[in-house]
């Protein structure tokens, strides 16, 4: 599960080519944060400003992953790691 901010056009960019890599499969969950529906309950206790100060994935086994390490995760996903 990638947390990423939905009103950032830079993280839309990413966002949308990770979505096309993905390609339907469902290998990523996308959760985007300035949505009104999010909250922390649903994404391990991960509020807002949390998830704003750094990019945010959880891992299927609830393990959660921040920074750069992310990056690897996700692209490992969808075939180019």
Request: hydrophobic share 40%; with cysteine; glycine share 12%.
């Amino acid at each position: 599960r990638m947390l990423y901010d939905g009103d950032c056009p830079l993280c839309m960019r990413e966002v949308d080519f990770l979505k096309g890599r993905d390609a339907g499969k469902g290998k990523i969950d996308f959760v985007d944060i300035a949505s009104p529906s999010y909250t922390a309950e649903d994404n391990y206790g991960i509020d807002y400003e949390t998830a704003m100060r750094k990019i945010h994935a959880i891992k299927a086994d609830g393990t959660i992953v921040v920074g750069v390490e992310v990056f690897r995760l996700l692209y490992e996903a969808v075939g180019l790691g």
